[in-house]
């Protein structure tokens, strides 16, 4: 059953942000995660939060999703992209497929 990450970032130090994507796509792919969202227009329809810069994340299953954020070759993007923002990450199972 698919996973996804999704995460809502609030970027403060774009240079560093940018070496942040530059590393991190071939990781994702590593682990059979690919983006369905990155990035892009996004509009608050209810509620009240704070819309920054949208990412969506497809894994395979939960697996592959917390075996690529907790892999040693996400570990140095990671810090920088911490070191680059601030915001939310959750992981977020799939749908079982109806039969």
Known sequence: ????LYGN???HDLV???QYRA???AIIAAHGGRYLVRGGASQVLEGDGKVTRQVILEFPDMASLKGFYGSPEYADAK???QRAATGTLVAI???RPER
Not at 1 to 4: D, E, I, Q, S, W
């Open 79 to 81: 810090a920088i992209r």
């Open 16 to 18: 560093l942000y940018e």
């Open 93 to 95: 199972e799939g749908l």
């Open 9 to 11: 970032i609030d970027i």
């Open 23 to 25: 590393l991190v796509p």
């Open 1 to 4: 059953m698919a996973a996804y």
